[in-house]
């Protein structure tokens, strides 16, 4: 049966938008003062429209709602609409190109954001979109400020060249079945699914604290580091991979750039006497996105209340780790999303304890080396890790460098200090070789994370 019937073949005006959208929601199709409403909510309906113009696909469930314009101007076409109750911002990139830019998709076509400089504001399409405008400063009991992050599912995928990151609105894991999504493992640690996350708003200091106006506590070993933070009770550690994972791409798609030192500011980096600020500097910044006024390069940077993510101090990382030595070893990328299980023990194997190897096999780089490319493991596709180098530059590509050492490197820091320059950034990583009692590093701090010992709602 065709899709168009006139019923006796008169001459009046009919077409069909055809809407696929995700199951359980309401779907109407509205005109002026005609709204047409899908006869149930199985994730497909055909709107049979009686007059040209433009009609406004609605799609709701659970409180939420998404919109889309069809218009419709030539009797008897068919036009098809994919929509859902949830938003998805999208950026796109063709990996193969130098341009550190990424194309804007879905519901992120036309956004722009621009980072605050001084007292001059910057402004962003994102603040009144899920999860952006959850991001928010909290003080928590324990007097440290922190930086709450709501859970999101998220997507990153290759077709051909062209690599797609998404991420969508909480939509009650209605999405975990929609084209490939998933909640992201930041919250979702040792598969104890989260509704929030916290991350410290300053470099930790004296007292395992994340406070304004002190100056970072530096120069500790990994392994004297993580048991001290997670001293101060359940849920709390240090920063890790999956963390910093949901940072970086909640920044990536609000930006739609890799050169994240250029749309938001360099850091505390240009600092040849290596000279560390103290926490705080950007408390006036407006919107808590940019940097204060001064030297770009010898200010410190902040993103939606997190100081200090790129330049000014190293900070350690934890949950990921990197074995360069091939002699008879396993050697790349290892991961681990439990904190219960983070440590750096490798057996006589080369392996580590409950760690997942990445499928990626990097190469070694004994000094800093601006990368091109980033691991794309199908197990792990939120991990953002150096896979490739050598060609790239501070404006190419990543715009970030690399550095590895020749054995088991183990502790792993990132972001860059005081001094690293244009080899600072977002995605900035180094390894320090540690032992059983671990390795000190002079210009090396940390980061605290909380997560909360409720379950998701």
Known sequence: MPLINRCGG???????????????AVCTCANGST???????????????????????????????????????????????????????????????SSPSWARTDDAVGFTATASVGTVAGSSSFDNCYPWNGIVRETLSTGDVMVKIPRFWYRRYRSGNVEYIKIATDA????????????????????????????????????????????????????????????KGTGWNIMDISTLSAIQMLILVEFATNNVQAAIGRGNCDNTSQVTLKTGTCDNVPHLTGRPAGTNGKTDVVWRGIEGLWGNVDEWLDGCTKNTNASGYARGWFVCNDPSMYGEDWDKDGLLTNYTQLSEETPQWSSYTY????????????????????????????CDAVSYGASFDVGLIYGGSAANGNQAGIFSMSTITTSAQGNKHSDCGFRMIYIPQEAAS
């Open 172 to 231: 009650a894991n209605d999405i975990s079945s929609y084209q490939g999504f998933a909640l992201h493992p930041a919250f979702n640690h040792a598969n104890v699914p989260k509704d929030r996350i916290y991350v410290g708003a300053y470099t930790g200091s004296t007292g395992r604290k994340s406070i304004s106006g002190v100056a970072p506590l530096l120069n500790e070993a990994k392994q004297t580091v993580r048991p001290a933070v997670q001293a």
């Open 35 to 97: 709204t047409l409403t899908a006869p149930d909510t199985s994730g497909n309906v055909n709107f049979k429209v009686k007059r040209a113009g433009a009609w406004t696909v609605s799609v709701s469930k659970n409180g939420q709602t998404s919109t889309v314009t069809v218009n419709v101007s030539e009797d008897g076409s068919v036009t098809k609409v994919s929509r859902t109750s949830y938003k998805v911002f999208g950026i796109s990139r063709d990996i193969t190109k």
């Open 10 to 24: 008169g001459s009046s005006f009919a077409a069909v938008i055809q809407v696929t959208y995700n199951s359980g």
């Open 371 to 398: 990368f091109t490319k980033m691991c794309l493991d199908s197990n792990n596709t939120h991990i953002l890790l150096p896979y490739t180098g050598n060609t790239g530059s501070a404006t190419t590509f990543f």
